[in-house]
């Protein structure tokens, strides 16, 4: 049997661990994936006494952003099902912004596309020194439309004007300057880093933090109404369906150079 594609689990402490498992793609996402982040996020927020979330992706890389043969595969799909997928992707990360819990994710190898939204909704991001990040929608003729909030968020909205417009990779380094990660340790305290956070959050109150965390969403771009999630919702789906989101794509199966009109 394979594995699932997110795998969760909560100690004696209240600690959850959720750990996104498709190494073999860079734990990029797809729409099974998706459902298991939200049944994991689902469970967790009914069941008591959890009190902290720990992030992370197994294998080489953290989150290598969307399954690209999966948007693909997406994209050539009705308008129904492509709005039900970017539905279900916004919801997932609108989900973990909004978990009552502190969020703690742990960062190695890529972080790309979709798995920068993932870690902008943490509360807290910790990075191996040799991590790299890249917000790379546009090289595909795609948008960030659901992890913008998010983004600007973490980043503000002018580094966002830039690393979302130039799809560059950046460095742990340039990550921590720019606010997508809180700490840079060696890969070999990564593990060691996290738990020493998780310790941390563990020590306050549980009803304090989380009264604190909805506070800070209220003034965050993140933090909007049904009415914004349903735009983006719209915005992300129609793009994945467009000419230019076509030639970006075959460019990805056929590894060659974009022509864009």
Not at 25 to 40: E, R
Not at 152 to 165: E, P, T
Not at 218 to 231: I, K, N, V, Y
């Amino acid at each position: 049997m394979p594995s699932p594609p997110v795998l969760y689990s909560v100690d004696a402490r209240g600690a959850a661990t959720i750990a996104l498992n498709r190494p073999e793609v860079g734990n990029a996402y797809n729409g099974d994936m998706i459902q298991g982040l939200l049944a994991a996020m689902d469970d967790l927020r009914h069941r008591p006494g959890v009190r902290a979330v720990l992030l992370k992706g197994s294998g080489k890389h953290f989150q290598a952003g969307a399954d690209l043969a999966w948007v693909r595969e997406v994209s050539r799909a009705s308008v129904e099902y492509n709005v039900r997928a970017s539905r279900l992707t916004a919801e997932a990360v609108d989900r973990l912004n909004r978990l009552s819990v502190p969020t703690v994710a742990l960062v190695q190898g890529g972080c790309f596309g979709g798995g920068t939204g993932i870690i902008a909704a943490c509360d807290v991001v910790i990075a191996a020194d040799d991590a790299m990040f890249s917000i790379s929608e546009v090289r595909w003729g795609l948008t960030a439309a659901i992890i913008i909030p998010q983004l600007c968020d973490a980043i503000s909205v002018r580094q966002v004007r830039r690393y979302a417009l130039t799809a560059e990779r950046f460095g742990a380094a340039e990550a921590q300057r720019i606010g997508l990660v809180h700490e840079v340790v060696p890969p070999d305290r990564l593990a060691a880093a996290g738990e020493e956070m998780v310790a941390r959050v563990l020590e306050n109150g549980p009803v304090a933090m989380a009264e604190t965390k909805a506070l800070a969403l209220q003034s965050a771009w993140g933090g909007f109404e049904r009415a914004t999630l349903d735009a983006l919702v719209e915005s992300h789906a129609a793009k994945r369906r467009s000419a230019e989101a076509a030639e970006g794509l075959a460019s990805f199966a056929e590894k060659r150079a974009a022509k864009w009109a």
